[in-house]
């Protein structure tokens, strides 16, 4: 099998393109789509993680905004994509 020296040339940048997207690219993508639906998934009642450490309970929840009860009688707003985890 004869290859012309353009593609045999090519063909190293095609391959490192492959290893970069199934080893970098793919699994971020995953990571976002799964943050995402945990997002969507949240709801009243759930204990959540800010990304600062913070632990509390959701009590309130809009579109883009979530309060979390975090000690007694001391609520914070903070935006949705504060939230880094949820606690089941």
Same mark, same amino acid.
């Given at each position: 099998?004869?290859?012309?020296? #353009?593609?045999?040339?090519?063909?190293? /940048?095609? %391959? &490192?393109f492959?290893?970069?997207?199934f080893?970098? !690219?793919?699994?971020?993508?995953?990571? #976002?789509?799964e943050?995402?639906?945990? /997002?969507? %998934? &949240?709801?009243?009642?759930?204990r959540a993680?800010t !990304?600062?450490?913070?632990?509390?309970?959701?009590?309130?929840?809009?579109?883009?905004?979530?309060? &979390?009860?975090?000690?007694?009688?001391?609520?914070?707003?903070?935006?949705r994509?504060?939230?880094?985890?949820v606690i089941?």
């Open positions: 099998m004869n290859l012309s020296p #353009q593609l045999t040339g090519l063909l190293p /940048l095609v %391959a &490192l492959a290893v970069m997207y080893l970098m !690219i793919r699994p971020q993508q995953k990571q #976002q789509k943050r995402r639906a945990m /997002l969507e %998934a &949240l709801k009243k009642g759930d993680i !990304i600062g450490g913070i632990h509390g309970t959701v009590v309130d929840l809009d579109e883009s905004v979530v309060t &979390l009860r975090i000690a007694e009688k001391v609520e914070i707003k903070l935006n994509s504060a939230i880094g985890a089941r």
